[in-house]
Each structure stands twice: as structure tokens, then as C-alpha cells.
């Protein structure tokens, strides 16, 4: 094989494999919930490919109304913003039940959206935390879920708790609505 029939082969091989992830990674606003806050939207595409049960529970919940109204009760600048606690507190959840880890090899990069869970792996339910920096501590320990894919800027600038409190927010920020389907 001549070395020009040799790199139309491998430059094959890579827009393959550039056009097979840009497929994986396609929105589908069937599994996109828009986020609407008192500083704007921001859309989160689910990941359904990675965690069909947390995408399930997430997606039902939001349909039900669940998340509108609840608080982003801890918020740590520099590392994550958690919500989707009905008591505001951290240690609530849904009616449904909880769900067993999805875990993946996906990491846990700015804007990446992950289940919050207790120590059980098997706990998470209803609480989820987007990535407001990188934190590949985290990977293969909880269950990714998808990935904002527009209106960063609206989470970075959700209010901050306070870091000797673990990121406990007085007066927190929260979700006026989410809503399932959010393309624009």
C-alpha cells in the first residue's frame, strides 16, 4: 500500500470516528430538560445512553411538576451546584423509589450533571449536582447523567453557600420550572 492510499485510510479511520461520536453526543430534545431560574435558562441533555433509569426518574419527575420551586441547597464555588431536594436540606428525595448505580467511565468535567446519592451507591432518587469545575475524583463513583449544554453562564451564576458549612445557601437560588423537552 502506498503511503498516500495509507493516510486516505487513516484519515477515513478518524472522520469515522469523529462522525460516530458527534452522533453519540447529537441533541435529542426528547431527553433535554430547560432549567428556567430567576437569572435565566440553561438546558441539560440527558444521557439516557449512560443511565436509562436516572434519565427515566428525572425526566417522569420533571413531567409531575417535582422539581419546580426546589432550592439549590448547596452550592460550593469552584466545585458544584446541587439540587432537587424538596426539604431544601439535602437529605430528601421523591415518592419514587431509589435507584442502583449507573456508574460509567464518563468524567466529570465542567458542566457534566451527576446523581447525588448517600453513602449507599444504590441511593440516589431524585437529587442531582451539575460540575461547576472539573472533578475527576468523582468519576466511577456516582452516576453520570447528562451535560448542560447551553446557559453555563446562567448556572455559574447560581448563589454560592458557604464553604465552612460544606456549601450550605442561606436564601438558596432555585428551579421556577423545569420542564421535559427543551430544544429551542
Excluded at 460550593?76 to 435507584?99: C, E, K, R, V, W
Amino acid at each position: 500500500m502506498t503511503l498516500l492510499a495509507r493516510l486516505g485510510l487513516v484519515a477515513g479511520i478518524l472522520v469515522s470516528a469523529f462522525t460516530m461520536q458527534a452522533v453519540a453526543q447529537a441533541p435529542d430534545p426528547e431527553n433535554q430538560i430547560k432549567v428556567t431560574t430567576d437569572k435565566g435558562d440553561f438546558v441539560i441533555q440527558l444521557r439516557p445512553d449512560l443511565a436509562p433509569k436516572h434519565v427515566q426518574q428525572i425526566k417522569t419527575l420533571a413531567a409531575e411538576g417535582f422539581y419546580n420551586g426546589v432550592v439549590f441547597h448547596r452550592v460550593i464555588d469552584g466545585f458544584m451546584a446541587q439540587t432537587g431536594d424538596p426539604t431544601g436540606t439535602g437529605t430528601g428525595g421523591s415518592h419514587l423509589a431509589d435507584l442502583p448505580a449507573e456508574f460509567s467511565n464518563e468524567t466529570f468535567d465542567r458542566g457534566t450533571v451527576g446523581m447525588a446519592r448517600a453513602q449507599d451507591p444504590n441511593s440516589a432518587n431524585s437529587q442531582f449536582f451539575i460540575m461547576l469545575a472539573d472533578g475527576d475524583f468523582l468519576d466511577g463513583q456516582y452516576t453520570v447523567v447528562g451535560d448542560v449544554i447551553s446557559g453555563m453562564d446562567v448556572v455559574d451564576q447560581i448563589k454560592k453557600g458557604d464553604q465552612a458549612a460544606n456549601g450550605k445557601v442561606d436564601d438558596p437560588d432555585k428551579m421556577v420550572a423545569v420542564t421535559v423537552g427543551a430544544a429551542e
